[in-house]
């Protein structure tokens, strides 16, 4: 079952939130809806939008600034707070002012609060699933494009953290990076010498690797794809280098995470779990919104 907690402190909104919500509509509207040309101009109305399903509200700024760019008049009055839990058809919001703009307007601001309450509530039961240990959960940078940072909101939304925005904001020296570089050390090295000012991660596929992350002292070192035994093993190492060189490396898991596995992951220790199935493998939240009369109120 979801747990039912509201964050008290929202995450801060994204600064492409208002260019994202331009690109959407352009992408839908285009040179105008010729179909709410059936409705009179002077026509107003309320519509109310319900949850079919239960999920993480989340995507609330992203749907009220569709109605502020479309049409100020229109008013959105929401029943429940972002990062809320909804009960199935629960209504959420009342949507009232001119009919043209509300109905223009509906299929862009529902697409943004399919989705990024999709992202909240998939990351929502990942954390659940974790609670009472120390992980954190973790995106990627598996984003739908275009919508990195409104999906980077929504996890946060969830309860999760994230990782990385891009390749610009910290140094990740993977697999293809350590073949290409001729080795672990080599990579980190050449990193090393970068000065880039970023934080230096390296991903590791055994614990050979492992190893050579903790004797760099690298910030973190993903383990990807180990099994549960070897992630404690991997974990050991750890708590044995910092004991004895007084360092901190983060270990985060990476690979194969379900909310099958992901307790038994948590529970070998380690301090993170990144898991790009919260932003990539979604089901969209079943929202809809329906005429509820006319006139304001």
Same mark, same amino acid.
């Given at each position: 079952m979801?747990d039912?907690?509201?964050?008290?402190?929202?995450?801060?909104?994204?600064?492409?939130?208002?260019?994202?919500? %331009?690109?959407?509509?352009?992408?839908?509207?285009?040179?105008?809806?010729?179909?709410?040309?059936?409705?009179?101009?002077? $026509?107003?109305?309320?519509?109310?939008?319900?949850?079919?399903? $239960?999920?993480?509200?989340?995507?609330?700024?992203?749907?009220?600034?569709? @109605? %502020?760019?479309?049409?100020?008049?229109?008013?959105?009055?929401?029943?429940?707070? %972002?990062?809320?839990?909804?009960?199935?058809?629960?209504?959420?919001?009342?949507?009232?002012?001119?009919?043209r703009?509300?109905?223009?307007?509906?299929?862009?601001?529902?697409?943004?609060?399919?989705?990024?309450?999709?992202?909240?509530?998939?990351?929502?039961?990942?954390?659940?699933?974790?609670?009472?240990?120390?992980?954190?959960?973790?995106?990627?940078?598996?984003?739908?494009?275009?919508?990195?940072?409104?999906?980077? @909101?929504?996890?946060?939304?969830?309860?999760g +953290?994230n990782?990385?925005?891009?390749?610009?904001? +910290?140094?990740?020296?993977?697999?293809?990076?350590?073949?290409?570089?001729?080795?672990?050390?080599?990579?980190? %090295?050449?990193?090393?010498?970068?000065?880039?000012?970023?934080?230096?991660?390296?991903?590791?596929?055994?614990?050979?690797?492992?190893?050579?992350?903790?004797?760099?002292?690298?910030?973190?070192?993903?383990?990807?794809?180990?099994?549960?035994?070897?992630?404690?093993?991997?974990?050991?190492? $750890?708590?044995? @280098?910092?004991?004895?060189?007084?360092?901190?490396t983060?270990?985060? $898991?990476?690979?194969?995470?379900?909310?099958?596995?992901?307790?038994?992951?948590?529970?070998?220790?380690?301090?993170?779990?990144?898991?790009?199935?919260?932003?990539?493998?979604?089901?969209?939240?079943?929202?809809?919104?329906?005429?509820?009369?006319?006139?304001?109120?």
């Amino acid at each position: 079952m979801m747990d039912r907690t509201t964050l008290t402190t929202l995450p801060k909104l994204p600064a492409d939130l208002d260019a994202c919500v %331009e690109r959407a509509l352009a992408e839908d509207v285009g040179s105008g809806d010729v179909t709410a040309r059936l409705v009179p101009e002077t $026509a107003v109305v309320r519509a109310e939008v319900f949850a079919r399903e $239960a999920a993480v509200v989340c995507g609330q700024p992203w749907f009220q600034r569709v @109605y %502020e760019r479309l049409d100020p008049r229109v008013t959105v009055a929401w029943d429940i707070k %972002e990062t809320s839990s909804t009960r199935v058809d629960q209504r959420i919001a009342l949507v009232s002012g001119p009919a043209r703009a509300v109905l223009t307007g509906e299929r862009t601001a529902l697409n943004f609060l399919q989705l990024l309450s999709a992202t909240a509530t998939a990351t929502r039961r990942f954390v659940d699933r974790v609670r009472g240990t120390p992980v954190q959960i973790v995106d990627t940078r598996k984003t739908v494009p275009g919508l990195r940072t409104a999906q980077k @909101y929504a996890v946060a939304c969830g309860g999760g +953290a994230n990782h990385r925005f891009g390749l610009f904001d +910290a140094i990740l020296i993977k697999e293809n990076h350590i073949a290409a570089a001729g080795g672990a050390h080599a990579a980190i %090295e050449r990193a090393r010498a970068l000065n880039a000012g970023v934080k230096l991660m390296m991903e590791a596929e055994n614990l050979n690797e492992v190893q050579a992350g903790l004797e760099a002292n690298v910030d973190l070192v993903l383990l990807d794809d180990f099994p549960t035994h070897l992630l404690s093993k991997a974990v050991a190492m $750890a708590r044995e @280098y910092r004991r004895l060189n007084k360092v901190r490396t983060v270990l985060e $898991a990476s690979g194969g995470v379900t909310l099958n596995n992901v307790r038994d992951i948590a529970d070998t220790g380690v301090d993170r779990i990144s898991i790009g199935g919260i932003t990539k493998h979604i089901q969209a939240v079943d929202f809809s919104m329906r005429i509820a009369g006319h006139g304001g109120g």
